[in-house]
Nanobody, 117 residues
Framework: QVQLVESGGGLVQAGGSLRLSCAVA????????LGWFRQAPGKERDFVAS???????NYADSVKGRFTISRDNAKNTMYLQMNSLKPEDTAVYYC???????????WGQGTQVTVSS
């Protein structure tokens, strides 16, 4: 059974930083593409960033230059370093595994990020 657990969310002032973690169990981590998504109140869940098994990354335009996705295959953990945070980054952040057909699954429970102005 695949399990993903996010952590690291919290309350931060605009301009501040947070680092989210996503621990993955039950799947061959080193060969898996992983992604971060976020869902703000009343909105759909949006793509934030992804990272392949080899370390290739992709970012949503809204976070390019501010967020950095990374992974530690030895620890089966993915990270999202978020700098220069803005109030519009406020959302529940989720990690997931990319499946066949470029869909994502095995969603974690999410971690709340709140950025105050």
């Amino acid at each position: 059974q695949v399990q993903l657990v996010e952590s690291g969310g919290g309350l931060v002032q605009a301009g501040g930083s947070l680092r989210l973690s996503c621990a993955v169990a039950g799947r061959t981590f080193s060969t898996t593409t992983l992604g971060w998504f976020r869902q703000a109140p009343g909105k759909e869940r949006d793509f934030v960033a992804s990272i392949t098994w080899s370390g290739s990354t992709n970012y949503a335009d809204s976070v390019k230059g501010r967020f950095t996705i990374s992974r530690d295959n030895a620890k089966n953990t993915m990270y999202l370093q978020m700098n220069s945070l803005k109030p519009e980054d406020t959302a529940v952040y989720y990690c997931a595994v990319r499946l066949a057909g470029l869909t994502y699954g095995y969603w974690g429970q999410g971690t709340q990020v709140t950025v105050s102005s």
